[in-house]
């Protein structure tokens, strides 16, 4: 099957706000640093996996990911054209159901020749993703959930942290939809600036999307097209014209041992894992 790109769309959409959930995320914030599991090490991706359109997976085309000045690059500068190079970048560990993520994400530069128009400052957090050794070799975009990232154009609005459903699909505000992108309701970030983001996931609950703290989009039912539940996968960032850093992606598990009187209960968690209970 062939997915999709997510293009953005104007407009925001209005949500309501899961207190309890809201509340699991502020907790988690504060769960002492050895709980996070960190994504990018800041030193290199030897954990991470990356697939590009028309390559095999492990090819690192043209140089595109790589970790220079202790940021994490999506970078063009060995490309005259884009080519429809398409990629993602799949952390090796997972797959996750129930955690938060933590990112700190800034575009740089300008878009490679011959990428769309859409593609512009366009990047994105993919999750519940399938593994990169299910994609066809020519396939650009894996079957999951995206927290699209997006930067202005200097002049018009254009909301981050939107989720876009690459064969995949959402209810929004309590209403079924087979619509591929919704907006959220956060500022325009545009420049070079460095933008904090986060992501709650409930397995197939629920998804909550922050952007500098602030709650901007929610949504439930998270299914594959053929409206199997998705609850679970892997987590990616992508490649898609423009060049991007990143210098933090972590994860907090929220699966674990719920017993108070295990040694590796934790207070924030919010699905129980009683095989893992540590006495």
Not at 169 to 186: A, C, L, R
Not at 264 to 279: A, Q, W
């Amino acid at each position: 099957m062939k997915l999709v790109a997510c293009v953005a769309l104007a407009g925001a959409l209005l949500f309501t706000t899961a207190c309890s959930s809201t509340s699991i995320q502020e907790k988690a914030v504060q769960a002492e640093s050895k709980d996070w599991i960190e994504l990018f090490n800041g030193k290199d991706i030897n954990d991470w996996t990356m697939k590009f359109a028309g390559y095999p997976m492990g090819e690192n085309a043209l140089n595109t990911f790589r970790v220079e000045d202790g940021l994490l690059r999506v970078s063009y500068d060995e490309y005259e054209e884009f080519g429809g190079r398409f990629g993602h970048l799949f952390h090796n560990s997972g797959p996750y159901s129930h955690y938060l993520i933590q990112a700190e994400y800034r575009f740089v530069g300008e878009q490679i020749p011959g990428g769309p128009a859409w593609a512009k400052r366009n990047n994105g957090i993919m999750f519940h993703t399938q593994h990169p050794s299910e994609l066809p070799l020519e396939e650009g975009f894996p079957r999951s959930m995206e927290m699209q990232l997006l930067g202005g154009d200097g002049v018009n609005p254009r909301s981050t942290a939107n989720v876009c459903t690459p064969g995949t699909k959402i209810t929004m505000n309590g209403v079924p939809s087979e619509d591929h992108i919704f907006n959220s309701s956060s500022p325009t970030f545009h420049g070079d600036q460095w933008v904090t983001i986060e992501l709650l996931v409930h397995g197939n609950e629920l998804a909550q999307h922050f952007v500098n703290g602030e709650l901007v989009l929610e949504y439930t039912d998270l299914l594959m097209d053929d409206g199997t539940p998705l609850d679970s996968g892997y987590i990616a960032i992508q490649a898609e014209t423009s060049p991007t850093d990143f210098r933090r992606i972590r994860l907090l598990n929220l699966e674990g041992c719920m017993d108070k009187k295990a040694k590796n209960f934790r207070s924030y968690f919010v699905k129980n894992k009683p095989e893992s209970c540590v006495y």
